[in-house]
């Protein structure tokens, strides 16, 4: 039976959505697939975060989004070294605290209010100051204020290991220029390194791979 071109036009967009969330064949036993939890009834993968229909439509960075939103505002990291202007965390790391903030359960999407919330180990909570800054634009000039970061226009990175990506530190992992959750870590697993439970992150953390990328230590 031949493919009418309507039909044709909505294989290629979920294709490209398949495509643009890295979904092709890494999420699958990652520490995001959530198909065999409890829960989760239908047993699918990406339904946690994403649905193809009646998705949130007030979400600008990620595709058909489905997952209940934190509303939180948080304590920021701060030090007196610090030469970044910290922000609230920006749209993208927004989506990764809705479920790791620990005030939305992670069962909480398709408008269903869950009950399951995220383990204490992964829980940041609402006070982000003992964590990494994230929410702060990291560009040539704060390169240079600080004296001890690389310049992300300039210097070269590879995130992952199969597949691989590279190139400057602002191509490859920031987001609108800013420093946030998926600068160091990838939420499908397809730039990752390590073994699924080792936090998804882009680079070894051996030897402070990780760090150095961007601190000039």
């Known amino acids: 039976m031949k493919m009418n071109?309507?039909?044709?036009w909505l294989?290629?967009?979920?294709?490209?959505?398949?495509?643009?969330?890295?979904?092709?064949?890494t999420l699958a036993g990652s520490s995001h697939d959530f198909s065999t939890a409890g829960w989760n009834t239908g047993g699918k993968v990406c339904v946690?975060?994403?649905?193809?229909?009646?998705?949130?439509?007030?979400?600008?960075?990620?595709?058909?989004?489905?997952h209940t939103l934190s509303t939180q505002s948080y304590t920021l990291y701060t030090s007196p070294t610090l030469k970044a202007v910290i922000g609230q965390p920006g749209g993208n790391?927004?989506?990764?605290?809705?479920?790791?903030?620990?005030?939305?359960?992670?069962?909480?999407?398709?408008g269903v209010t869950g009950t399951t919330m995220?383990?204490?180990a992964n829980n940041l909570g609402t006070t982000l100051k003992d964590d990494h800054?994230?929410?702060?634009?990291?560009?040539?000039?704060?390169?240079?204020?600080?004296?001890s970061m690389f310049d992300p226009a300039t210097k070269t990175v590879t995130i992952g290991s199969s597949p691989t990506k590279t190139g400057t530190i602002a191509a490859v992992m920031l987001f609108g220029g800013k420093m946030e959750c998926s600068s160091c870590h990838d939420v499908h697993?397809?730039?990752?390194?390590?073994?699924?439970?080792?936090?998804?992150?882009?680079?070894?953390?051996?030897?402070?791979?990780?760090?150095?990328a961007c601190h000039n230590k």
């Open 48 to 66: 946690t975060c994403h649905v193809p229909h009646k998705s949130d439509t007030t979400v600008a960075d990620a595709p058909l989004w489905n």
């Open 5 to 8: 071109i309507r039909n044709k």
């Open 118 to 120: 995220i383990s204490a």
């Open 133 to 147: 800054p994230i929410g702060f634009t990291y560009d040539t000039a704060l390169a240079t204020a600080k004296g």
């Open 189 to 212: 697993n397809t730039f990752a390194v390590g073994a699924k439970g080792t936090g998804m992150v882009t680079m070894d953390t051996a030897g402070s791979k990780i760090c150095v």
């Open 11 to 25: 294989l290629t967009a979920l294709l490209l959505v398949a495509a643009r969330t890295g979904t092709a064949g």
């Open 93 to 110: 790391s927004k989506l990764c605290l809705s479920c790791h903030d620990g005030t939305i359960a992670v069962n909480s999407f398709g």
